[in-house]
């Protein structure tokens, strides 16, 4: 089958509703009830989203040099390497026993990125934020606000309910699954499976500019000793920091190779900007490399990196270039509300948020 020209960018292929500014503001204030209950429980305030990181990584990123035209843009126009930071979690906005199984995140901060910036974004990063399935949970923000103040109330509470709970829904996935039938809104409430985040693919789920085009991307496994990883299960029965104890011993012996991926638009009606329930289908939209992440083997758990990128940096899809805006109504109340979350951490933690840059050394 030969793959459809990709679609142009043009602004006109985001449909902005009416409302959606009051939509954010309704997410910022569920979210501050996260951010203010984990706070006042912790002594220290974390992330209203994948509160509990697992591994904090660092590596480079090798842009291939052959890239024909339609690929060759935004960030990957031109060969070269980055330095990288890579920031492995889980959803919940509180600090979960790894008990209670989410579904996995990677957030990615390449540094010293040139070209025109998205507004407000500080410094020359470019960051990326995935979660290990290829669609979210609803389609509009204001139908995940309903979905978020259900969970609000339920922040840093009832947490042997959520351990038996997360039992309980892990099983009716795994029978779902047997017969074909994904849920993501299931997975999120605990029923995911509870695999090595290593041998996970990770993806964008929601659609951004790509230069002249329109895209998603994915990190995937490529490296054998992460390949061997895929599906397997960790056992986090008494073991509350099971997952970031896993991947520090694999960590400690193995090097990480991923590949970046790009899934280019071909149709606007069947690859839908508005709507990441929708999975494009990857026959006719192939995700296709582009670069090439290496990350040596190190200590991920390292505590001078764990401060500087976990407590000191943050990573939202509006820090980078205007080469890949972020497009669709999911993407345009994350813009405000990450920014939300960050300057609350930073004004109770007492710790401005850092931009860092790999040649000034940081």
Same mark, same amino acid.
């Given at each position: 089958?030969?793959?459809?020209? $990709?679609?142009?960018?043009t602004?006109?292929?985001?449909?902005?509703?009416?409302?959606?500014a009051?939509?954010?503001?309704?997410?910022?204030?569920?979210f501050?009830t /996260?951010?203010?209950?984990?706070?006042?429980?912790?002594?220290? &305030?974390?992330?209203?989203?994948? &509160?509990?990181?697992?591994a /904090?990584?660092?590596?480079?990123?090798?842009?291939?040099?052959?890239?024909?035209?339609?690929?060759?843009?935004?960030?990957?126009? !031109? $060969?070269?390497?980055?330095? =990288?930071?890579?920031?492995?979690?889980?959803?919940?906005?509180? @600090?979960?026993?790894?008990a209670?199984?989410?579904p !996995?995140?990677?957030?990615?901060?390449?540094?010293?990125?040139?070209?025109? !910036?998205?507004?407000?974004?500080?410094?020359?990063?470019?960051?990326?934020?995935?979660?290990?399935?290829?669609?979210?949970?609803? %389609?509009t923000?204001?139908?995940?606000?309903g979905?978020?103040?259900?969970?609000?109330?339920?922040?840093?509470?009832?947490?042997?309910?959520k351990?038996?709970?997360?039992? =309980?829904?892990?099983?009716?996935?795994?029978?779902?699954?047997? =017969?074909?039938?994904?849920? $993501?809104?299931?997975?999120?409430?605990?029923?995911? *499976?509870?695999?090595?985040?290593?041998g996970?693919?990770?993806?964008?789920?929601?659609?951004? %500019?790509y230069?002249?085009? @329109?895209?998603?991307?994915?990190?995937?496994?490529?490296a054998?000793?992460?390949?061997?990883?895929?599906?397997?299960?960790?056992?986090?029965?008494?073991?509350?920091?099971?997952?970031?104890?896993t991947?520090?011993?694999?960590?400690?012996?193995?090097?990480?190779?991923?590949?970046?991926?790009?899934?280019?638009?071909?149709d606007?009606e069947?690859?839908?900007?508005e709507?990441?329930?929708?999975?494009?289908?990857?026959?006719?939209? *192939?995700?296709?490399? =582009?670069?090439? @992440?290496?990350? $040596?083997?190190?200590?991920?758990?390292?505590?001078?990196?764990?401060?500087?990128?976990?407590?000191?940096? %943050?990573?939202? /899809?509006?820090?980078?270039?205007?080469?890949?805006?972020?497009?669709?109504?999911?993407?345009? &109340?994350?813009?405000?509300?990450?920014?939300?979350?960050?300057?609350? %951490?930073?004004?109770?933690?007492?710790?401005?948020?850092?931009?860092?840059?790999?040649?000034?050394?940081?």
């Open positions: 089958m030969v793959a459809a020209k $990709p679609v142009r960018y602004a006109a292929v985001e449909d902005v509703q009416p409302g959606e009051e939509t954010v503001q309704a997410l910022n204030d569920a501050d /996260i951010l203010e209950t984990t706070a006042r429980d912790y002594g220290h &305030a974390v992330r209203s989203v994948h &509160a509990k990181a697992h /904090i990584l660092e590596g480079r990123m090798a842009i291939a040099g052959d890239l024909p035209p339609e690929l060759a843009q935004g960030l990957f126009a !031109r $060969p070269g390497e980055h330095k =990288v930071y890579m920031r492995i979690s889980t959803n919940a906005g509180d @600090i979960l026993p790894d209670v199984s989410l !996995r995140g990677l957030a990615m901060k390449v540094l010293d990125v040139e070209g025109a !910036r998205l507004p407000g974004a500080a410094g020359t990063t470019q960051d990326f934020i995935l979660v290990n399935g290829p669609v979210f949970q609803t %389609r923000a204001d139908q995940f606000h979905n978020l103040k259900l969970l609000a109330k339920t922040t840093d509470r009832m947490e042997g309910t351990k038996v709970m997360s039992s =309980v829904l892990r099983g009716v996935n795994t029978a779902l699954t047997a =017969v074909g039938v994904e849920s $993501p809104k299931l997975q999120a409430l605990g029923g995911a *499976p509870n695999v090595d985040p290593l996970e693919t990770y993806y964008s789920v929601t659609p951004f %500019r230069g002249d085009h @329109i895209a998603k991307f994915s990190i995937v496994p490529v054998p000793a992460l390949l061997a990883r895929k599906d397997s299960i960790i056992d986090a029965s008494g073991r509350p920091d099971a997952i970031r104890e991947v520090r011993s694999e960590m400690a012996g193995i090097g990480g190779v991923w590949e970046m991926r790009v899934q280019l638009c071909r606007l069947r690859q839908p900007v709507d990441p329930t929708v999975a494009w289908d990857e026959d006719e939209a *192939p995700f296709q490399t =582009v670069a090439t @992440i290496t990350v $040596p083997p190190q200590d991920s758990w390292d505590a001078d990196r764990v401060r500087a990128v976990d407590e000191q940096m %943050r990573f939202s /899809i509006w820090t980078g270039l205007m080469a890949h805006q972020p497009l669709g109504n999911i993407n345009r &109340a994350r813009r405000d509300t990450y920014r939300h979350s960050a300057q609350f %951490r930073a004004r109770v933690n007492g710790c401005p948020m850092h931009e860092p840059g790999a040649r000034s050394g940081a």
